[in-house]
């Protein structure tokens, strides 16, 4: 395996992940096991957001991208050389965070909705007309 296959894996794998975080709630509605891995991924990025630990997939790519007689990522790491100022424009990052995270939380307030309406179903009691055996 090349470095370069390694460096362009761990971004798929980034995005991936960056996907995750702000769909995986909506996952959560059919799979709802998956709101634990969900609500840690969204912690991580809230972690990643403070700059306080370097993303270890950032890592993994400026490492491969060294390795590969490539130049690093961005100074901001994997969003700013992939997605900020090619998805959206640099100057809207307030704009879209608010947007993802407007997003996490309708995937989460529609995830409880969910829940509740499965309690409600699982423990409701026949009604006439409706003979459950």
């Known amino acids: 395996?090349?470095?370069r296959v390694i460096s362009e894996a761990t971004m798929v794998v980034h995005f991936l992940v960056i996907a995750y975080i702000g769909?995986?709630?909506?996952?959560?509605?059919?799979?709802?096991r998956l709101i634990w891995p969900h609500l840690l991924a969204c912690a991580w990025?809230?972690?990643?957001?403070?700059?306080?630990?370097?993303?270890?997939?950032?890592?993994?790519?400026n490492w491969a991208r060294a390795h590969a007689g490539e130049r690093g990522?961005?100074?901001g790491?994997?969003?700013?050389?992939?997605?900020?100022?090619?998805?959206?424009?640099?100057d809207h990052i307030a704009l879209v965070r608010l947007i993802v995270v407007s997003v996490i939380l309708v995937s989460w307030a529609g995830f409880l909705f969910r829940?509740?309406?499965?309690?409600?179903?699982?423990g409701a009691t026949p009604s006439p007309g409706n003979t459950a055996r």
């Open 1 to 3: 395996m090349t470095y």
């Open 23 to 32: 769909l995986g709630g909506f996952l959560a509605w059919y799979r709802p």
């Open 45 to 61: 990025g809230l972690v990643q957001l403070t700059g306080l630990v370097e993303c270890p997939l950032t890592a993994l790519e």
């Open 73 to 75: 990522l961005a100074p």
């Open 77 to 90: 790491g994997f969003i700013d050389t992939y997605i900020e100022g090619v998805v959206y424009p640099a």
């Open 115 to 122: 829940l509740r309406r499965r309690a409600e179903v699982a």
